[in-house]
Structure formats: C-alpha cells, structure tokens
C-alpha cells in the first residue's frame, strides 16, 4: 500500500475523534473501567514544511524532538481491554496547553460542561425520526445528561407518541445490554446498534443516518 493512496483515503473519509469513539465504545465494557491520557511525539526529523510539526519534548529521547504532538486519551474496562477512545493534536494555533487538550478529551467521555465530540455546548438535541426521515419528537437536556439517559429520557416523556414503534436504530454510542434491556421495558420495542465494522472502509450506514438530514436541518 503506498503513502499516497493512505493520504487519499484519510483525506476523502475525514476521519475525527467521535469516529473512533463510537467504534471504541461497541468493544468495551463501559461502566466500571479506567480512562487514562498521554501524549507522544510522532517524530519527524526531516519534515520543513508539514502543519502541525513542531518541537516537543519526548520521553523516548528525553528532550525535545521535532515531530507531531499526539494526545491520546484511553479507556481500559474491567476486563483489562484498553482502547483509544478519543484524541487531539497539538496545535499552536489553538493557544492551548496540553492540560486543555486533556480536559477537552476527558470531557466527552465523562458529559461534562459539553459535548465534544458533537461540537456543541452547553445543551444536547435528541430527535427521533423513522425511516422515511419523518420527525415524531425532539427533546434538549443540558450536556451533563449521557447519551444513553438522554435516550431513555425521550421515551418515557414520549411513550404516547412512541407506542407504535417496533424497532429503535441507534448508533455505537448506545451498545449495552442495559440500555436495550431500559428502552425495552418502555416502549416494548428492540433496539438494534448500527456499527461500522470495517473501520477502514468506513461506509455511511443508511438506516442509521436518515436522522443526519433532520439535524443538518435544525
């Protein structure tokens, strides 16, 4: 495989942190478990003119290498299976320090003060459409709200309107029995994760993301 055809690729597919949350998380076991972050310089010697190449300092070198500052933040579960579930990049541009980085990183996985992930502060949107992209309800919570309780929030306050459904799709971020075994008991419906299992082809799922076009909407 050669150099340019892997640049090719991560170009046409945009890649970002949520994405590899949201496959991380259909492979652990999310309650119970250890998040940990770090950095690591991707080194770079020779590269003059790559964005985001800078000096760091590096534990492997001990001092400072020029290279590509990489912040990872990592989940291990109670069965000792660790994976990387979120990340940044050092950027200069972005007047932070690596202490913001990890804030920013830990802050997702925990819901604290705002999604980002989403991108978006403060308040989460949850809608819920069927598969004709047809609206039947929208809740807002604050962000220290989980995806998970904000779901099953929706369908006790729209049990009603809900009461016909049969089947809920939902993405990584909801995999769990317990949260299929709650949504279960309210609505009597199953719920089926949509996952993308071959992460290097990375294909749009359709059943899934009809929501997409309600939210580009909003």
Do not use: C
């Not at 046409?12 to 496959?23: A, I, S, T, Y």
């Not at 400072?64 to 050092?90: C, E, H, M, Q």
């Not at 809920?168 to 299992?197: E, H, M």
């Amino acid at each position: 495989m050669s150099h340019d055809s892997v640049n090719r690729f991560l170009l046409r597919e945009n890649f970002g942190p949520k994405d590899l949350f949201l496959e991380a998380v259909t492979k652990l076991i999310l309650e119970g478990g250890t998040l940990s972050v770090d950095d690591t310089v991707l080194d770079k010697p020779y590269s003059h003119y790559t964005a985001l190449v800078g000096h760091y300092y590096s534990g492997k070198h001990h001092k400072a290498v020029k290279g590509i500052n990489l912040i990872t933040l990592y989940y291990t579960d109670i069965k000792g299976y660790s994976l990387p579930v979120n990340f940044r990049i050092y950027n200069p541009a972005d007047g932070k320090t690596k202490n913001d980085y990890f804030i920013d990183i830990t802050a997702y996985a925990l819901n604290k003060d705002y999604d980002a992930g989403k991108n978006v502060s403060e308040i989460k949107r949850y809608i819920v459409v069927d598969t004709k992209d047809l609206p039947h309800t929208i809740t807002i919570t604050t962000t220290n709200v989980t995806d998970r309780a904000g779901a099953l929030e929706v369908f006790k306050d729209n049990k009603a309107t809900l009461s016909k459904v049969e089947s809920v799709l939902v993405d990584g971020s909801y995999t769990g029995q317990s949260f299929g075994n709650a949504a279960n008991k309210i609505l009597q419906a199953t719920v089926q994760v949509t996952k993308r299992n071959e992460l290097h082809t990375f294909k749009v799922i359709p059943q899934r993301w009809v929501v997409e076009h309600s939210f580009s909407w909003l």
